[in-house]
């Protein structure tokens, strides 16, 4: 039972380069989400995804790119990378349940990411 | 906006003291809570979840619409409960578009 498994674990990438990171679920949970996680800032949502083909914004989305071309994978794509984006990223993935709190978002061991 | 407020950035007990950690939230809707723990070295997960009203570990933690909080609690505190902890609030009624609090890391010293 893997879960939700992120790659790479570590990353360091230089100003300008573009990456992606990859996020897989094996639960055919409807709903994944990228977050960033800084320091003292607590895990912010960078884009979501309701289902295959479905993807929309969250409240830091610049620079980043996403697709969902599979229930299973939802890869995150840094176009141009800046030290800003120096982080540590998780995926995540629920069951697609609005109105029904006994859902639980199941994460990914996360992926931290240097830009120098 | 919604917005989840975690005042302490550490907390730190001894065993066997009763523990709290605060949380307060900001929505005018009907939010959904929850309480989310990352031990050192593991993965993000669900410790509890407000509309399940259960304890988890000895955990609890009550909604308090009025005061609009949603503090997590335990009576005697052990070694193993040491972990970051984050209440987290959904506007969706799920687990979908999660919004965090800056987290509490809990410290409890033998």
């Known amino acids: 039972n893997a879960g939700v498994t992120q790659t790479p674990k570590f990353q360091v990438l230089k100003t300008g380069q573009s990456m992606t990171l990859q996020c897989a679920q094996d639960?055919?949970?409807?709903?994944m989400s990228w977050y960033r996680q800084d320091p003292g800032m607590g895990l912010r949502l960078i884009h979501y995804?309701?289902?295959?083909?479905?993807?929309d914004q969250g409240e830091v989305p610049n620079g980043y790119n996403v697709s969902r071309s599979t229930t299973e994978d939802f890869p995150l794509r840094l176009l141009s990378a800046a030290p800003s984006q120096t982080s540590v990223y998780f995926c995540?993935?629920?069951?697609?349940?609005?109105?029904?709190?006994?859902?639980?978002?199941?994460f990914g061991q996360g992926t931290r990411l240097t830009v120098v | 906006a919604q917005r989840v407020t975690q005042p302490e950035k550490l907390l730190s007990v001894f065993k066997g003291a009763p523990v709290e950690l605060k949380c307060n939230y900001s929505?005018?809707?009907?939010?959904?809570l929850f309480w989310y723990v990352q031990y050192s070295r593991q993965r993000l997960q669900l410790l509890l979840r407000?509309?399940s009203r259960e304890s988890i570990k000895g955990f609890t933690a009550d909604l308090n619409k009025g005061e609009t909080s949603f503090h997590l609690k335990k009576p005697f505190a052990q070694e193993e409960d040491s972990a970051m902890y984050y209440c987290?609030?959904?506007?969706?009624?799920?687990?979908?578009?999660?919004?965090f609090g800056k987290g509490t890391k809990l410290t409890v010293n033998p």
């Open positions: 929505y005018s809707g009907s939010p959904e």
């Open positions: 639960m055919n949970h409807e709903y």
């Open positions: 995804s309701v289902g295959a083909g479905i993807t």
């Open positions: 987290a609030l959904s506007t969706q009624g799920g687990s979908e578009k999660l919004v």
């Open positions: 407000h509309i």
């Open positions: 995540a993935s629920s069951s697609y349940s609005p109105g029904t709190a006994n859902t639980e978002a199941f």
